[in-house]
């Protein structure tokens, strides 16, 4: 037997019980004749002394650190109690130590706040995942799961699993394909979502699907991105959007009530357009207020020509830093606004300064009338600062957003331990490029205009198309979108003419989804669904910023998992096998 109890078990009340422990040496400390380590698995650390015994004590001084052991003993009730630890009053005293494995020296301490760096805990990710710290991410993850599966399942959801290796039909982001060896010069790929496989699981009567799943996708990487990453994907027959809100606004609660003991009121809404003009932004950070004002009318024609020229003028007030903000910090954030990751030409303040003065670089230009105007469109009160930002609108707004959100973490105005979520809705459903001169779709390619919009989307104009507005809705927590989906198109001459909308002839759309249109001449029911990103979700309800820290094994920024060191050259015979020609360059 390795163990009657685990290491975090043992408590007063066990006193005098004869016990036997496994775990990993966490530390071992020499105390004259004494020797005591801290005994360590998943559940807990336990202390163990060895005392009276030569023999025991001497093999106990040789243990190293992460040795894996087994030790007999009696339990005592310790005279320097630690409170910090569950185990903290109690204390095994050792008859029996069996050594089960040695271990090398780790390459970094097995502590919350260790010292190993980045790269160094990816190599040895195994030794990572010991650390308490990691694993409370991994166990709170597997809670979530379970209660999303709950919840779906008592709603009358049905898990299905649909295949990793389909067809390549990259829209959005690029495909991860997978050679066919069977098929020669063919090629799988792995799905970015399983989108088509749920609406044709609504075709086929489900009614209501889930799936926690692996989702692929071969984009560079940003800081929180990773090529895999997983899904709660979902989808619903004979629903509108506002049965979808409902029910995963329900599953959100749900979640954040057995996870976190937190009620989540309800949530807002706020459509895709408000968000833009009031936070320069789709997934708008509620925790703090800080919103755009629109200040064409009141700067321009007073001679300033950087606002008269400008499409938009608009700014944000951020409230009682007047003092604090010293002329070395304006010129600091004109300076983090103009980086070219930001790209404004210039920023504007004006100051209302706790004694009743006003500055402000544009003062030449206007009035102190005219800056109280301004003001006044802000609520401003003495001790607030304004930050104006001008140029072409969607940019402008974009840079806004950004300072928004730069002040509103400076000022220590976004608390990750409290959540305010929204459903930002009414998206556009196509987005014109004038670059490649085409729509893109918003959401995907499945998304469905509005009911009422459906006439308009087969008959009319291009700038008809550039207004149509979807049925679609991304679930924004914090200023992270967690989640995201639409009502769908089920009607094939619907479906056809959007995809022509996106550039593909006939040919193509035959080629490449020529099974979901087929599909949809047997009888579609009305569809719709949504996926939450499972990784960030999990992230975000930690008030983490990094899914990295939630995900077993993950990539590093360059798509590599360093410790098994992927990806990595195939033998020749492999290639050969699988029809890809070997091209060795002198
Ligand atoms: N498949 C979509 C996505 O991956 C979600 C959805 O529309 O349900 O974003």
Redesign the pocket.
């Known amino acids: 037997m390795y163990r009657t109890h685990n290491c975090g078990a043992l408590r007063l009340s066990d006193a005098n019980k004869e016990v036997t422990l496994s775990g990993w040496v966490d530390a071992t400390r020499a105390f004259g004749p004494m020797t005591f380590v801290d005994l360590r698995d998943r559940y807990g650390i336990t202390q163990i002394v060895f005392e009276n015994n030569e023999v025991l004590n001497k093999k106990a001084t040789g243990l190293g650190r992460e040795f894996v052991i087994k030790v007999k003993g009696l339990v005592r009730e310790r005279t320097a109690k630690n409170p910090n630890r569950a185990t903290g009053d109690i204390e095994i005293v050792a008859q029996e130590l069996e050594i089960l494995n040695v271990s090398k020296t780790p390459p970094f301490t097995i502590k919350d706040d260790t010292d190993g760096g980045d790269d160094l805990r990816m190599k040895y990710r195994y030794l990572d995942l010991r650390r308490a710290a990691v694993q409370k991410n991994l166990f709170f993850r597997s809670q979530v799961a379970i209660e999303v599966r709950k919840y779906l399942s008592g709603e009358g959801f049905i898990e299905v699993e649909t295949p990793n290796l389909i067809k390549s039909t990259p829209e959005g982001a690029r495909d991860f394909v997978v050679p066919s060896r069977m098929n020669a010069g063919q090629f799988y790929a792995l799905p970015?979502?399983?989108?088509t496989f749920?609406q044709l699981l609504m075709v086929s009567g489900f009614d209501k699907y889930f799936q926690i799943v692996k989702?692929f996708r071969d984009e560079d990487l940003r800081a929180d991105r990773q090529p895999e990453f997983t899904?709660i994907?979902?989808?619903m027959a004979f629903v509108t959007q506002e049965d979808i809100l409902n029910t995963f606004e329900g599953l959100t609660k749900h979640v954040f009530k057995t996870a976190l003991g937190i009620d989540l009121p309800t949530f807002p809404r706020m459509t895709y357009d408000e968000a833009m003009k009031l936070y320069g932004s789709d997934k708008p950070d509620i925790r703090f207020g800080m919103s755009f004002v629109e200040l064409n009318d009141v700067t321009q024609n007073k001679g300033f020509s950087v606002f008269d020229s400008a499409e938009l003028v608009v700014g944000i007030c951020a409230k009682g830093v007047a003092t604090a903000y010293t002329n070395k910090i304006l010129s600091e954030l004109t300076d983090w606004v103009k980086r070219p990751q930001i790209g404004a030409k210039g920023l504007v303040y004006i100051k209302f300064e706790e004694d009743g003065t006003i500055k402000s670089p544009i003062s030449k230009f206007y009035s102190e009338e005219d800056l109280q105007a301004i003001g006044a469109r802000f609520g401003a009160q003495k001790g607030d600062v304004l930050f104006i930002l001008s140029g072409e609108t969607d940019k402008t707004r974009k840079q806004l957003n950004e300072l928004r959100l730069e002040l509103g973490s400076r000022m220590g105005l976004r608390n990750p331990a409290e959540f305010k979520p929204l459903w930002v809705v009414d998206f556009p459903l196509l987005e014109w490029d004038e670059e490649t001169q085409r729509f893109y779709a918003m959401?995907?390619p499945?998304?469905s205009p509005k009911r009422e919009q459906i006439p308009s989307m087969l008959n009319g104009d291009h700038e008809t198309m550039k207004n149509l507005r979807a049925d679609a809705y991304d679930l924004v927590l914090n200023g992270v979108e967690i989640g995201?989906?639409?009502i769908r198109i089920y009607d094939r001459d619907l479906q056809s003419k959007n995809f022509k909308l996106l550039g593909m002839t006939e040919e193509e759309a035959e080629a490449k989804f020529g099974f979901l249109l087929g599909a949809f001449e047997y009888g579609a029911p009305p569809h719709g669904?949504?996926?939450f990103g499972f990784d960030r979700l999990c992230a975000v309800m930690s008030g983490s910023n990094s899914i990295r820290d939630f995900i077993a094994f993950p990539k590093n920024n360059q798509g590599r998992d360093v410790m098994i060191d992927a990806p990595s050259v195939i033998d020749d015979k492999q290639l050969e096998e699988l029809n890809i020609a070997v091209t060795i360059e002198a």
């Not at 970015?192 to 989108?195: G, L, N, R, T, V």
């Open positions: 970015q979502s399983p989108q749920k989702c899904q994907d979902c989808e959401h995907h499945f998304t995201g989906g639409s669904g949504i996926a």
